[in-house]
Nanobody
């Protein structure tokens, strides 16, 4: 079992930046993938970015070149630097984890989830 907890959400103006963090605990001695998902009001939860244990990274097209994901395996932490934020980035952002090195973008493929942190971008 892996537990994950997010932090760092808040309110920011369009064009601004925010940094989200995720801390993993529990069975972190095994390889696992960490990812960010988000869910806007009235919409389905969607994949934002993910990173494998060995640094493989994938971004959703909507955030490519604006968001940067990083990971510190020694500290079991992951961050998401979000720049040039847009109103459409407003959502609850979730940290998710799954065992192994394969990084799917489907919500159901991730077993462990945080409670989420709200990001609101005002226009």
């Amino acid at each position: 079992q892996v537990q994950v907890e997010e932090s760092g959400g808040g309110l920011v103006q369009a064009g601004g930046s925010l940094r989200l963090s995720c801390v993993a605990s529990g069975r972190t001695d095994r390889n696992y993938v960490l990812a960010w998902f988000r869910q806007a009001p009235g919409k389905e939860r969607e994949f934002v970015a993910g990173i494998t244990e060995n640094g493989g990274i994938y971004y959703a097209a909507s955030v490519q070149d604006r968001f940067t994901i990083s990971r510190d395996n020694a500290k079991n932490t992951m961050s998401l630097q979000m720049n040039s934020l847009k109103s459409e980035d407003t959502a609850v952002y979730y940290c998710a984890a799954r065992a192994g090195n394969v990084m799917p973008s489907t919500e159901s493929d991730y077993q462990y989830w945080g409670q989420g942190t709200q990001v609101t971008v005002s226009s």
